[in-house]
């Protein structure tokens, strides 16, 4: 089993950036991909973004292309989502998750991930 714990969530205005880490202990020598995923009020979880753990291949979502940036540092067990440019429309809890399947794209459906964080917390103001 792998745990996880998301740290970087705060509030920031509209154009600002935010960056989230993801701080993995256990098994983390199993972990073969890791997602980022947020879920806003009222909304379905989405993923954001995600990154195959040793190929450091990425994914990201058409909402964020461009904007966010996913990369880990493996010998610090951690994942980062660096978020420039913020939207209203990116406020939501963000989470980060590992799958420790072996998988050949990232996956970007929540049921395939295997190990959650706690969320944290990201707010955009205008």
């Known amino acids: 089993q792998v745990q996880l714990v998301e740290s970087g969530g705060g509030l920031v205005q509209a154009g600002g950036s935010l960056r989230l880490s993801c701080a993995a202990s256990?098994?983390?020598?199993?972990?073969?991909?890791m997602g980022w995923f947020r879920q806003a009020p009222g909304k379905e979880r989405e993923f954001v973004a995600g990154i195959m753990w040793f190929s450091a291949t990425t994914s990201y979502a058409d909402s964020v292309k461009g904007r966010f940036t996913t990369f880990r540092d493996n010998t610090k067990n951690t994942v980062y989502l660096q978020m420039n440019n913020l939207k209203r429309e990116d406020t939501a809890v963000y989470y980060c998750?590992?799958?420790?399947?072996?998988?050949?794209?990232?996956?970007?459906?929540?049921?395939?991930?295997?190990?959650w964080g706690q969320g944290t917390q990201v707010t955009i103001s205008s």
């Open positions: 256990g098994r983390t020598s199993s972990t073969r991909s």
């Open positions: 998750a590992a799958r420790t399947l072996l998988t050949i794209a990232i996956p970007i459906k929540a049921p395939e991930y295997d190990s």
